[in-house]
Structure formats: structure tokens, C-alpha cells
T-cell receptor, first 111, second 114 residues
């Protein structure tokens, strides 16, 4: 099984550009999450989706939007990228919040 | 809302010495607790978890953590560390429902000196 797959692995954007990070899981999990990881700040939750058709804000949602396209897929969109959004982004999935399974991450640089 | 505090951002220890990484959480309801490990330039993987039952949980590579409800803590311990344990360790908490989010602490970087 692939588990959680994120694309792309690396991306460089110019300030003001938009992009969508894709995430798919093949474990039939109901819950999916987007986190960002910054040095000294751990993982901070951006948005999560407890089930297909629902999304909720996390700790740092400003500047992001999400779409739970179906049970497998959960995308994260940056409408107008800013240098403060330079980070490593992780997608994760879980069943009833009992354990999160993570993708390999997307390293995003905004210049 | 739940939150997690990891009190130490870095912990340097000598090889074969014991180590404790501290984690405290805040929640008004029953919780699930986790420790994740991130080796250099890799993703996150689960080290151990507490969902219910015995308050002492163990990993396959010698780490253990104890859920202490009165202290709202879930400290991670290992009696003798190895160079290969060099990594960043994250404590996490969820409020144990199907709609719950999983919140992470700021991480503790464990560096092992020979």
C-alpha cells in the first residue's frame, strides 16, 4: 500500500502566485489533516476534515483553503503565496483520531 | 481546545545514558496521546500511543511513556540511548472522538554524544 501520497515534493513560488498541494490516502480513513512544520514551532494544524464533505479550521488557517474532494483526497490551496508560507507541509490521515499516518512532505519556498 | 507543551526544545545526552523527554497536555475531556519521531530529512512515524487501558506504553525500540492523568503528562523515557536515536520527537494529543483533531507540540531535538 502507498499510504499517504503528497505531490509535489518540492516547489518554489513567487510571491502572489497560487498553487494547490495534493494529498491522497488509500487506507479508507475518514479523517485527513494538513500541517505545516517550521523550525522550533513543531507541527501546526492548518485545516482538517473529519469526514468526507466536512472541513474545519485548525491553528493557522489564514491564507489557505482546502477541499475534501472525496474520501481519498484532501487538497490544500494557497491563493496568493507569501514568504511567510515558506515551510514544509505534511498531509496526514487517521481513523477516529487514533493514529495519524503521514505523507513524506512538500517543501515549499516562496520568494 | 486541547494543547500540548514540550518543555525542552533540545536535549543533549551521552550514548548509553538515560533520557526523559517531557510532555504536558491540556484538555477538558478524555484524550489519546502520541509520541512521533522524525529522523533527519524524513517524515514522521509513530513511536507509541496511549488510547486506553494500561497507562504505561512501550515501543519496540526500548522507549516507554506513562500517561499520568493527575499531572496531565505523557513523558517519554529510555533507560539507555543509542546514536541511532538522534532525531526530533513530537508529542501529540487528540480528544478521542471521530471528529477530533490531532494537535502536536513544538518538538524536542534529541542529540546523542558518543
Amino acid at each position: 500500500n502507498a499510504g499517504v501520497t503528497q505531490t509535489p515534493k518540492f516547489q518554489v513560488l513567487k510571491t502572489g502566485q497560487s498553487m494547490t498541494l495534493q494529498c491522497a490516502q488509500d487506507m479508507n480513513h475518514n479523517s485527513m489533516y494538513w500541517y505545516r512544520q517550521d523550525p522550533g514551532m513543531g507541527l501546526r494544524l492548518i485545516y482538517y476534515s473529519a469526514s468526507e464533505g466536512t472541513t474545519d479550521k485548525g491553528e493557522v488557517p489564514n491564507g489557505y483553503n482546502v477541499s475534501r474532494l472525496n474520501k481519498r483526497e484532501f487538497s490544500l490551496r494557497l491563493e496568493s503565496a507569501a514568504p511567510s508560507q515558506t515551510s514544509v507541509y505534511f498531509c496526514a490521515s487517521s481513523e477516529r483520531s487514533t493514529e495519524a499516518f503521514f505523507g513524506q512532505g512538500t517543501r515549499l519556498t516562496v520568494v | 481546545a486541547q494543547s500540548v507543551t514540550q518543555l525542552d526544545s533540545q536535549v543533549p545526552v551521552f550514548e548509553e545514558a538515560p533520557v526523559e523527554l517531557r510532555c504536558n497536555y491540556s484538555s477538558s475531556v478524555s484524550v489519546y496521546l502520541f509520541w512521533y519521531v522524525q529522523y533527519p530529512n524524513q517524515g514522521l512515524q509513530l513511536l507509541l500511543k496511549y488510547l486506553s487501558g494500561s497507562t504505561l506504553v512501550k515501543s519496540i525500540n526500548g522507549f516507554e511513556a506513562e500517561f499520568n492523568k493527575s499531572q496531565t503528562s505523557f513523558h517519554l523515557r529510555k533507560p539507555s540511548v543509542h546514536i541511532s536515536d538522534t532525531a526530533e520527537y513530537f508529542c501529540a494529543v487528540s480528544e478521542g472522538s471521530s471528529a477530533s483533531k490531532i494537535i502536536f507540540g513544538s518538538g524536542t531535538r534529541l542529540s546523542i554524544r558518543p
